[in-house]
């Protein structure tokens, strides 16, 4: 019940939390650290009040263990953003970062010793290349406009190499934190609230080295068009209320991603959230009336295959349809 719980907190929140990202990113499209600051504090404070009841409740997994996973999303997210100045375009750096499923399975089978079926190293790789064609189609019709214009020489091939290289690194370090918390949980036990809280309140002392980009961006959402909330009837610049409904629904979203990390395997998890991002992706083309072509759907049948094989549908149809028809007998 669960695990089901946590997979609808994650589409529904996720889904419209992109509608809300987008509106904020087409007004200001630097307004990611301000954005960012919103959700960590939020979620930072609400965990204070009601997880670690103002600091009196000990966390049950040791403090030096969250800063290693701190340490890893930070650094996952540096390194993600300066590959961008690395000759790396921008499709190329979405499709690398949708290829989380591959480097999951990789370092499980690494260092968990895991083994998979072929149905399942099949579906992993159907999956991702739905999603690297879905990605790559969507960022081309984006950034067609923006293109890095052509390099000459040796020199911009060593910068695209060490660009691959750090994109690389980045996507086996965000694996590698996946399975990080795998093994908390099976040491400490499932704590998803704490992890939710310790996560976003670790990281918000960085964010003093961002304060001059979140102030300008503030003083810009403060010049934004006046809107009058529906029902309560308050009226406040719309791009602060964009703001409010990102960082709710971006906290449903999250919330049921470390619901998921405690009732689910890494890979799992993983699986989900990946889904997420496709999801998310198709549900941004449909209601911005972004254009879908034949490749989305191409894209659209490799994840829903894939999806399916993971699961097993297949298997878990004919056990549930042998099963009604024995009880079918018996009552006959």
Known sequence: MRPALAVGLVFAG??????FLELLARKHP?????????QFFFIAVEGFLFEADLGRKPPAIPIRYYAIMVTMFFTV???NNYALNLNIAMPLHMIFRSGSLIANMILGII????????????SIALVSVGIFICTFMSAKQVTSQSS???NDGFQAFVWWLLGIGALTFALLMSARMGIFQETLYK???KHSKEALFYNHALPLPGFVFLASDIYDHAILFNKSELYEVPVIGVTLPIMWF???MNII???VCIRGVFILTTECASLTVTLVVTLRKFVSLIFSILYFRNPFTLWHWLGTSFVFIGTLMYTEVWNNLGTTKKLFFDGFEQRR
């Open 111 to 122: 260092i968990l010793k895991k083994r998979y079926s072929i149905f399942k190293y099949t």
């Open 249 to 251: 629904t971006q906290y």
């Open 148 to 150: 890095l214009s052509e």
């Open 14 to 19: 996720c889904c419209s939390n992109v509608i």
């Open 30 to 38: 630097g307004c990611g650290n301000i954005v960012t600051f919103a």
């Open 242 to 244: 964009y703001l409010l």
């Open 187 to 189: 040491r400490f036990g």
């Open 77 to 79: 997210s540096v390194v």
